[in-house]
């Protein structure tokens, strides 16, 4: 979603910015702008609709110089993406410029207050109400810009995070936040600010996260200084930023989404790595074991969580009821969190986010915190708001993810919860040492069998080309590879915008049968399992009816190799490690027939990567 970058220092702004906001790239955006302050103190605001390339094409005759500005890539809510709506906005007279993540949700009301004090409103976004009225506090209380943001966001009701910057103000940008995250990098007679680390890594590994309800005075001349709302001065938490430059680039790969696919075998290591013991006989979680009592006396987990996090928390259900016999419930956390759902003290709730800033899940986990649940987080981006949101947690730890389709993260999630898993069983004496030690083995020898499945990279991309002019497709699974299927076919949705749905194979015949024809291709994970016989006789009745038949088997298979019309031979699993590797030849599965397609892999149309609004 939107993404914000500013600079003061001694630097000229405009390459930073530039390059800050293609790094933001991969949140998915619609339309690019920046302001800058220039030597003269006058205020420079370029904007327009496309990408990062169409605003440095659009500034090229234009006046860029500056030591201090903010920019921002707009993923349009109010108002469609165009010139006139892209951010930064600026006031009325011209003096000051704001650029906003999040919704202002009672913009309306103050747009009227505003029309009636004579302010004239250019676009069709909430943002510029809130630059309109920092102005007018301004001129009316006669005070500083950041007495005018502080006291203009206590009118203001909803999520933003902010940048402003004024005219004749060459050192200083005030920042604020609440239910938007925010960084501030630390550099020597220079400060760095954005919607996430990623812009500011290559200049600070020094880094303070903004909290909710805080204003930052950023001046160059100056330490940091953040104050809540209500003025209480805050102490600056200063972190150590763990990213590194090459984790953000493609290095080599086409598009990040393949890096990704191909990372795999790495990201679990360092999933897995000093977790589990080299003879498997053990696994350490710190945060669940810190907290076992809880976990333990829990009446039942609830996990919420969106997209792709959902399907990995399917699995997490079924691998915590499977060993551990506590109930479990997986929730949207966008249902969940208006639903008015029964939590109790006692409950553990466990929310699921890569980004670690989807709204919808910090609006659960908030809404869970109020009824007195224990929050436990699975998220990657250290220091994210839902990591900081939560009483303790796990990270995936498998680097920072790029590509919007979620790849790399999925497996990290599973691979967590499976740990999660083996961590209670233990403890509540609910797994036998055989069934623990073959399991945590099974994550150890999990990279060389990803390793394995990423060889079959040219097959796959060979079979894509048939699939490419598909107008639909149906994903098929069983028990642990249910959720594996309907992740396959939100890759291929995403991505390629072929429509595609999944479903537990048991259940076409309930209705979606009809949709077989010779027209339609359907994936199925056929691998060994309690249910392999009732899986086969599935595919059966898809055969019957003249569907294309492409199956993900176990190496060896011979019994759906002579039903199937393409088979994906995958290397064998204990069976609850299972959707962790026959989700990878369907993410590569989709990759290509996006690629084929001439999609934007990485950042496809209308998608962000963290969805930061509801
Ligand atoms: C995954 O491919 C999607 N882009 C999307 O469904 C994503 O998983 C969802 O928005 C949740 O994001 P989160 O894990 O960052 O909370």
Same mark, same amino acid.
Not at 172 to 183: D, H, L, N, Q, Y
Not at 358 to 386: K, M, W, Y
Not at 387 to 393: H, I, L, Q, V
Not at 453 to 464: F, M, N, Y
């Given at each position: 979603?939107?993404?914000?970058?500013?600079?003061?220092?001694?630097?000229?702004?405009?390459?930073? @910015?530039?390059?800050?906001?293609?790094?933001?790239?991969?949140?998915?955006?619609?339309?690019?702008?920046?302001?800058?302050?220039?030597? +003269?103190?006058?205020?420079?605001?370029? =904007?327009?609709?496309?990408?990062?390339?169409?605003?440095?094409?659009?500034?090229?005759?234009?006046?860029?110089?500056?030591?201090?500005?903010?920019?921002?890539?707009?993923?349009?809510?109010?108002?469609?993406?165009?010139?006139?709506?892209?951010?930064?906005?600026?006031?009325?007279?011209?003096?000051? +410029?704001?650029?906003?993540?999040?919704?202002?949700?009672?913009?309306?009301?103050?747009?009227?207050?505003?029309?009636?004090?004579?302010?004239?409103? =250019?676009?069709?976004?909430?943002?510029?109400? @809130?630059?309109?009225?920092?102005?007018?506090?301004?001129?009316?209380?006669?005070?500083?810009?950041?007495?005018?943001?502080?006291?203009?966001?206590?009118?203001?009701?909803?999520?933003?995070?902010?940048?402003?910057?004024?005219?004749?103000?060459?050192?200083?940008?005030?920042?604020?936040?609440? #239910?938007?995250?925010?960084?501030?990098?630390?550099?020597?007679?220079?400060?760095?600010?954005?919607?996430?680390?990623?812009?500011?890594?290559?200049?600070?590994?020094?880094?303070?996260?903004?909290?909710?309800?805080?204003?930052?005075?950023?001046?160059?001349?100056?330490?940091?200084?953040?104050?809540?709302?209500?003025?209480?001065?805050?102490?600056?938490?200063?972190?150590?930023?763990?990213?590194?430059?090459?984790?953000?680039?493609?290095?080599?790969?086409?598009?990040?989404?393949?890096?990704?696919?191909?990372?795999?075998?790495?990201?679990?290591?360092?999933?897995?790595?000093?977790?589990?013991?080299?003879?498997?006989?053990?696994?350490?979680?710190?945060?669940?074991?810190?907290?076992?009592?809880?976990?333990?006396?829990?009446?039942?987990?609830?996990?919420?969580?969106?997209?792709?996090?959902?399907?990995?928390?399917?699995?997490?259900?079924?691998?915590?009821?499977?060993?551990?016999?506590?109930?479990?419930?997986?929730?949207?956390?966008?249902?969940?969190?208006?639903?008015?759902?029964?939590?109790?003290?006692?409950?553990?709730?466990?929310?699921?986010?890569?980004?670690?800033?989807?709204?919808?899940?910090?609006?659960?986990?908030?809404?869970?915190?109020?009824?007195?649940?224990?929050?436990?987080?699975?998220?990657?981006?250290?220091?994210? #708001?839902?990591?900081? +949101?939560?009483?303790?947690?796990?990270?995936?730890?498998?680097?920072?993810?790029?590509?919007?389709?979620?790849?790399?993260?999925?497996?990290?999630?599973?691979?967590?919860?499976?740990?999660?898993?083996?961590?209670?069983?233990?403890?509540?004496?609910?797994?036998?040492?055989?069934?623990?030690?073959?399991?945590?083995?099974?994550?150890?020898?999990?990279?060389? =069998?990803?390793?394995?499945?990423?060889?079959?990279?040219?097959?796959?991309?060979?079979?894509?080309?048939?699939?490419?002019?598909? &107008?639909?497709?149906?994903?098929?699974?069983?028990?642990?590879?249910?959720?594996?299927?309907?992740?396959?076919?939100?890759?291929?949705?995403?991505?390629?915008?072929?429509?595609?749905?999944?479903?537990?194979?048991?259940?076409?015949?309930?209705?979606?049968?009809?949709?077989?024809?010779?027209?339609?291709?359907?994936?199925?994970?056929?691998?060994?399992?309690?249910?392999?016989?009732?899986?086969?006789?599935?595919?059966?009745?898809? =055969?019957?009816?003249?569907?294309?038949?492409?199956?993900?088997?176990?190496?060896?298979?011979?019994?759906?190799?002579?039903?199937?019309?393409?088979?994906?031979?995958?290397?064998?699993?204990?069976?609850? @490690?299972?959707?962790?590797?026959?989700?990878?030849? @369907?993410?590569?599965?989709?990759?290509?027939?996006?690629?084929?397609?001439? &999609?934007?892999?990485?950042?496809?149309?209308?998608?962000?990567? #963290?969805?930061?609004?509801?």
């Amino acid at each position: 979603m939107c993404g914000i970058v500013g600079y003061v220092g001694y630097r000229e702004a405009y390459p930073i @910015l530039i390059k800050g906001l293609h790094r933001l790239e991969y949140r998915g955006y619609d339309s690019a702008g920046l302001a800058l302050v220039n030597g +003269a103190g006058e205020l420079n605001v370029h =904007k327009c609709r496309g990408k990062v390339a169409d605003l440095e094409r659009f500034t090229e005759a234009k006046d860029i110089s500056g030591h201090i500005g903010i920019a921002h890539t707009r993923w349009a809510t109010h108002g469609a993406p165009n010139d006139v709506n892209a951010h930064p906005h600026y006031s009325e007279s011209g003096s000051i +410029a704001l650029i906003h993540n999040g919704i202002i949700e009672n913009y309306s009301v103050l747009k009227d207050a505003l029309i009636q004090n004579g302010y004239t409103f =250019k676009s069709s976004t909430d943002t510029e109400v @809130l630059v309109q009225l920092i102005e007018y506090v301004k001129a009316t209380n006669h005070c500083s810009l950041f007495e005018a943001v502080q006291s203009a966001l206590k009118q203001v009701v909803g999520a933003y995070a902010i940048a402003v910057v004024e005219k004749g103000n060459q050192d200083e940008i005030i920042a604020a936040r609440k #239910s938007s995250p925010m960084v501030i990098g630390i550099g020597e007679g220079e400060y760095f600010l954005a919607s996430d680390a990623t812009p500011i890594v290559e200049y600070t590994d020094r880094v303070v996260y903004v909290n909710d309800g805080e204003i930052a005075v950023i001046n160059r001349n100056q330490p940091l200084k953040v104050v809540s709302f209500d003025n209480v001065e805050s102490q600056i938490d200063i972190r150590k930023l763990e990213m590194s430059i090459s984790q953000l680039e493609k290095g080599g790969y086409p598009h990040f989404m393949l890096k990704e696919i191909h990372e795999q075998p790495r990201t679990i290591v360092d999933c897995i790595r000093g977790r589990i013991s080299p003879n498997g006989d053990d696994v350490v979680l710190s945060g669940v074991i810190a907290n076992k009592d809880k976990f333990l006396q829990a009446r039942r987990i609830i996990f919420v969580a969106c997209g792709t996090s959902w399907h990995a928390a399917l699995i997490g259900e079924h691998l915590i009821e499977d060993m551990c016999r506590i109930p479990v419930e997986v929730e949207y956390a966008s249902e969940f969190r208006y639903r008015n759902p029964v939590i109790e003290p006692g409950d553990v709730v466990v929310a699921v986010s890569q980004s670690g800033e989807t709204a919808d899940t910090l609006a659960a986990v908030e809404l869970a915190r109020a009824q007195g649940a224990f929050i436990f987080g699975i998220c990657n981006v250290v220091g994210s #708001s839902i990591a900081r +949101a939560t009483d303790s947690g796990a990270y995936i730890h498998v680097g920072p993810e790029i590509g919007v389709a979620s790849t790399k993260a999925f497996t990290g999630q599973v691979t967590v919860m499976t740990m999660i898993a083996l961590t209670l069983a233990k403890e509540k004496g609910t797994i036998s040492s055989e069934r623990f030690a073959e399991v945590a083995r099974g994550l150890l020898e999990l990279p060389a =069998k990803l390793e394995k499945v990423l060889g079959l990279d040219e097959e796959i991309r060979d079979l894509s080309k048939i699939f490419t002019y598909a &107008r639909n497709f149906i994903y098929l699974g069983r028990g642990y590879n249910y959720p594996a299927a309907l992740e396959g076919a939100l890759k291929l949705k995403e991505i390629s915008y072929i429509h595609a749905e999944g479903y537990p194979a048991a259940e076409m015949k309930h209705g979606p049968i009809a949709l077989i024809d010779s027209e339609m291709p359907v994936v199925v994970i056929a691998t060994p399992d309690n249910i392999y016989e009732k899986t086969v006789s599935n595919i059966q009745e898809i =055969k019957a009816r003249g569907g294309k038949i492409i199956a993900v088997v176990a190496e060896g298979d011979t019994v759906v190799r002579g039903i199937a019309d393409y088979c994906i031979e995958v290397p064998v699993a204990v069976e609850c @490690l299972m959707p962790l590797v026959a989700s990878v030849p @369907l993410q590569l599965l989709a990759y290509y027939i996006a690629v084929n397609k001439g &999609r934007d892999v990485d950042q496809p149309r209308n998608l962000a990567k #963290s969805v930061t609004v509801e």
